[in-house]
């Protein structure tokens, strides 16, 4: 399973694997809309951006809330993110529709993404993380 839901007293805790480092990222993205935006399903919006950080866990924590910053700026709700790694950091696509709220009602609003916890490890399966989402 690419990402779980870990108890947690406030906020959701989300624990993601990947195969590789980009599908960590893809997967923590995932687990980002999900949460907010369960009933997603067309791609016919997409939105390209890039970031420059060389830390991996910063890397993840921009990434992601890069992603809050465009949902709610282009009042769109997204289902998939495409991560290529850069020689400083990484570019991306995200996909996903304008949102609505009859249609997208039922998610949960992420304030934010914490650092706390995040520490991206290599496994013999691939790479993890714990991710957690300020709501």
Do not use: Q
């Amino acid at each position: 399973m690419p990402f779980s839901e870990r108890e947690h007293t406030a906020d959701v805790l989300m624990h993601v694997c990947g195969a590789t480092r980009k599908e960590l990222f893809e997967e923590a993205a995932h687990a980002l809309f999900s949460v907010m935006f369960p009933s997603c399903a067309n791609e016919e919006v997409t939105i390209h951006f890039t970031l420059n950080e060389d830390d991996g866990e910063r890397l993840l924590h921009e990434f992601l809330s890069e992603i809050l910053f465009y949902a709610e700026v282009e009042c769109v709700a997204l289902c998939r993110a495409e991560v290529t790694f850069t020689s400083s950091g990484l570019s991306a696509e995200l996909f996903g529709e304008p949102f609505r709220r009859e249609a997208h009602a039922g998610g949960t609003e992420v304030k934010g993404i914490s650092l706390s916890g995040m520490d991206i490890t290599r496994t013999d399966e691939g790479w993890s993380t714990l991710v957690l989402f300020d709501v």
